[in-house]
Every structure is written in structure tokens, then in C-alpha cells.
């Protein structure tokens, strides 16, 4: 079993609250959101965390395999899970929809 960090927390800031875990592929977020568009069942979990991310969503809490993601300007949740390295197809048509419904756009950094 791999050891885990100290209370206190020492893991790296750059994966720790983001939700994006550290082995996602460098895709282009543009190709990302083309792929999910066109195939959600073939996106890798990975791939629509870091989606999720570009667009403003944030990791609130992780219960179980339930990854729940909020934004800022939207009132309604976004669910997330892992089955098989892959993303649950419903859930990214879902995250595409409130992408679309809000207008939402890429942030800045992405």
C-alpha cells in the first residue's frame, strides 16, 4: 500500500485540491472538449477532471467514488466517477450540458 502524506498535508499544491489528477495525458482542452462532444463514453476520468477544471469547476468533496464538483456561478452540482480509468458517459453529457446551458468559457490559463 502506498504511503500517505502526514496530517498537516505535504502532498503537492498542484493536485491536491484541484480535483485533476497528475498522470493526465497533455491534451489540448479544445481536443478534450471535441472528444467528449463526440464520444462521452470513450473519456477517460483524467481527461474530464482536467475538463471540468478549464472550465471553472472546482473539487468540493470526494464521498465514496463520488468526485462532486461546484463552480462559482452555477447553483447545481456536477458528479464525477471512475469506472475503469473511464468517465460514466451520462455524467460527462451531463457536465457538457451545464457547460453549454451557462455559457460557460475556457479560463484564462487553460
Not at 482542452?29 to 483524467?46: E, G, H, I, Q, Y
Not at 474530464?48 to 465514496?64: D, E, K, M, N, P
Not at 462532486?68 to 471512475?82: A, D, K
Request: hydrophobic share 35%; proline share 8%.
Amino acid at each position: 500500500m502506498g504511503k500517505l502524506p502526514p496530517a498537516g498535508g505535504s502532498a503537492p499544491s498542484s493536485c491536491r485540491f484541484s480535483g485533476i489528477e497528475p498522470e493526465t495525458p497533455d491534451m489540448n482542452v479544445a481536443k478534450l472538449l471535441a472528444k467528449a462532444t463526440r464520444d462521452p463514453a470513450s473519456c477517460r476520468f483524467t481527461e474530464i477532471q482536467r475538463l471540468a477544471g478549464a472550465f471553472g469547476f472546482h473539487l468540493t468533496r470526494v464521498t465514496g467514488s463520488h468526485h462532486i464538483y461546484t463552480h462559482p456561478g452555477i447553483p447545481e452540482l456536477v458528479n464525477l466517477q471512475r469506472v475503469k480509468g473511464m468517465a460514466k458517459a451520462y455524467q460527462v453529457r451531463q457536465l457538457l450540458r451545464l457547460i453549454e446551458r451557462y455559457n460557460l468559457e475556457l479560463e484564462p490559463d487553460q
